[in-house]
């Protein structure tokens, strides 16, 4: 990515780019770069050159676009790459690589029996609402995802969030009027590409200066929209009124940020296989969200909260509890514990002080009107798990003095555990369960009989591990336009 030549064909508006090589695009002009990600890839979808990605799915508020996500994605289609260049720089394309850089333009396959990746209509969600919206009001918006069966100890998984722009049409790549960008070099005027084009061979000259066209949605002709500041550039002043020449008002327009890849997350994790004595019994995951800090300091992100927080299983289905907390927290985020580290635990809460729903679940374990645990030498169980598990799940798996959960690492697996009394379990963590900023408390419905009648409940979707040959995994996202999976980084 570093020494191969970038797509000259780009839109990059007015953005002076320091260099010419594909970490340089107009979101990162100055090509600087985060780990091992390839700027140009990170900011154009769907790449037209190789990468170790799978697609898994788009959201999109505009369907049309869904069979130009699926037949151009990596899944099924062929990219081309330059092997063997002696060029100071890669060539993006088979004229120059052969020609120029003495190399093979190759042909890179799809990998066997991929699927085009999924493509729904994206959720509505307001602004800077922590995802909330209208898929299932009051939660956050979701994606389930069936991991593929394919066990690896490292996998990384990537959210990448696309915002586009109303005040141009980034997918016009016509001259046309509609979308003209046009780059003054000299005294020549050239047009350039419109934002999405995904045609590498394109070559033109780096523009130093570019506008683009909005007189399609005025009356304005392009000397008059020039004249008054109707142009796509960096912080602009118009004048509203033709009238007073004089009256300029200025925008907050920043060239780098309209039509852009606003977020792009990527996190580790392994698939393994179940264990033998199973038997293909459907195994539910129970994990942990958010972090350290009350709402306003963890913003975007969100408080902790157990995931699902309300999480129905069969009897004699299993449950496998694991979380990751961090050490590496802000250190003035507030929060219990030793500063700058998250950590939870699992502990039934004591007897219900009145009775709540309609009993057809079962017995009533424990009470979110409570703060004090169960006593758990007692006959209160959960789930039907030992004393052993119960002391696991509150104490972390540490004999000594461990109060505040300090002395337990960030990670914890309880592994796969049988469900073997029915009824509704109410748990807390005790930690994080600070009146004032934190309420970490959540309940397992466990149903007589072998099926769920429906996988979402009080707004939260279930995480459920079902196959026969193996286990794939469901799993709970925000909502985002681009999902992708890749078994390395390169």
């Not at 922590?130 to 994606?143: D, E, I, R």
Request: proline share 7%; aromatic share 10%.
């Amino acid at each position: 990515c570093k020494l191969r030549d970038r797509n000259l064909g780009l839109f990059t508006a007015d953005r002076k780019l320091k260099g010419d090589t594909a970490i340089y695009t107009r979101q990162n002009e100055a090509g600087t770069r985060n780990g091992f990600e390839c700027p140009e890839e990170r900011d154009y979808y769907p790449y037209w050159h190789p990468t170790p990605w799978v697609d898994i799915a788009v959201l999109t508020t505009d369907l049309k676009r869904c069979e130009f996500y699926k037949t151009e994605s990596a899944n099924v289609k062929s990219r081309y790459a330059c092997v063997g260049s002696k060029s100071a720089t890669i060539p993006n394309n088979a004229d120059d690589c052969v020609n120029v850089g003495q190399g093979e333009w190759k042909k890179f396959l799809p990998q066997t029996g991929l699927e085009p990746p999924a493509c729904i209509k994206a959720p509505w969600s307001r602004d800077n609402h922590l995802g909330n919206g209208n898929s299932v009001p009051g939660h956050p918006n979701y994606y389930n995802w069936t991991i593929p069966n394919t066990p690896s100890p490292n996998c990384v998984f990537r959210i990448r969030y696309n915002i586009s722009t109303g005040d141009y049409d980034g997918w016009n790549k016509d001259a046309d009027g509609q979308v003209t960008v046009t780059a003054t070099v000299l005294t020549t005027n050239i047009n350039a590409q419109a934002e999405t084009a995904t045609n590498p061979t394109v070559k033109q000259a780096t523009q130093t200066i570019s506008t683009l066209d909005l007189t399609p949605k005025l009356s304005l002709n392009k000397a008059q929209a020039f004249r008054r500041g109707y142009v796509f550039r960096q912080n602009p002043v118009i004048m509203p009124f033709n009238s007073i020449p004089g009256l300029g008002l200025q925008l907050a327009i920043n060239t780098n940020q309209f039509g852009r890849t606003f977020e792009d997350r990527s996190h580790t994790f392994s698939i393994v296989s179940p264990p033998a004595d199973i038997n293909g019994a459907p195994i539910y995951n129970l994990n942990v969200r958010g972090k350290r800090g009350n709402i306003v300091q963890v913003f975007p992100a969100v408080e902790y909260d157990f995931v699902p927080d309300t999480l129905i299983v069969p009897l004699n289905s299993y449950i496998h509890v694991q979380w990751t907390g961090s050490n590496t927290n802000p250190q003035n985020n507030a929060g219990q514990g030793t500063a700058g580290t998250d950590r939870s635990n699992m502990v039934l809460l004591r007897p219900s002080n009145y009775i709540e729903g309609n009993g057809q679940a079962g017995p009533s374990n424990g009470h979110w009107g409570n703060s004090y645990p169960a006593d758990l030498d007692s006959s209160e169980t959960l789930l039907g798990w030992s004393r052993a598990d119960r002391q696991s799940l509150a104490l972390l798996n540490i004999a000594g003095d461990n109060s505040e959960l300090n002395a337990a690492g960030p990670y914890f697996d309880l592994g796969p555990r049988k469900v073997t009394q029915p009824g509704t379990y109410y748990y807390l963590c005790t930690r994080n369960n600070n009146f004032s900023n934190r309420d970490q408390k959540s309940k397992i419905i466990v149903q007589k009989g072998s099926q769920i009648a429906s996988e979402i409940s009080e707004g939260v979707s279930q995480e459920k591990l079902t196959s026969s040959h193996g286990h794939k995994l469901k799993t709970t996202l925000p909502k985002h336009h681009h999902y992708s999976l890749g078994n390395k980084i390169s």
